[in-house]
């Protein structure tokens, strides 16, 4: 089957860096892209990674290795604003596979 | 302008009746999804269509039919409700079926089946 793990909740604290990780089992593979959702609102974009490599796009940054099925988002200089629901999505074979997300609770 | 619209934001209704969520985007994407998403947060896509294709979830039960009357529009019809269909769901949309495109979500429904 396929599937995609991610841990279930993440703590961290306010102006520290927190890694959130996303391991995959696809019968194929395009990307994997993270998407960050507030409670009560909709999923929003925040990257994706077709190659190995790292993609940074302001304090947050994703990561992926397609020899290890493999990604995480790098959240740098936590804000409390940071506090939600984050997403890893693959793309496979016409099909998208969705992670359950991971809840990051973001401490003062 | 709101780039993915839906109707109603909140739905609350009996079991057994059949009830429609209107999706409508002006991003002039070629592909729509909708989504469900449950009490536990879990996300799961039920439809992707674009002109061209229809591709179904196929656990996704045929109480549940999606009808597209153009390409801005993807509503959801649901027969039969029942109380397992309570959820919110999303609808979607992107410039191509990939995920290299960013999907817009438009801001859910939220339905409570009694």
């Known amino acids: 089957g396929q599937s995609l793990e991610q841990p279930s909740e993440v703590t961290a604290v306010e102006g520290a860096i927190v890694q959130i990780n996303c391991t995959y089992q696809?019968?194929?593979?395009?990307?994997l892209s993270w998407y960050q959702q507030h409670d009560g609102g909709a999923p929003t974009f925040l990257s994706y990674?077709?190659l190995d490599g790292l993609e940074e796009t302001g304090r947050f940054s994703s990561f992926l290795s397609r020899s290890d099925s493999y990604g995480y988002l790098l959240l740098q200089e936590l804000q409390m604003k940071d506090s939600a629901s984050y997403f890893c999505a693959v793309d496979s074979n016409y099909q998208l596979i969705w992670g359950a997300g991971t809840k990051l609770i973001i401490k003062p | 302008d709101t780039a993915v619209s839906q109707t109603p934001k909140y739905l609350v209704t009996q079991m057994g009746n059949d009830k429609s969520i209107k999706c409508e985007q002006n991003l002039g994407h070629d592909t729509m999804y909708w989504y469900k998403q449950d009490s536990k947060k879990f996300l799961k896509i039920m439809f992707s269509y674009n002109n061209k294709e229809l591709i179904i979830n196929e656990t996704v039960p045929n109480r549940f039919s999606p009808k597209s009357p153009d390409k801005a529009h993807l509503n959801l019809h649901i027969n039969s409700l029942e109380l397992g269909d309570s959820a919110v769901y999303f609808c979607a949309s992107s410039q191509e079926g990939r995920l290299k495109e960013t999907q817009y979500f438009g801001p859910g429904t939220r339905l409570l089946v009694l």
């Open positions: 990674n077709a």
């Open positions: 696809t019968s194929g593979f395009y990307g």
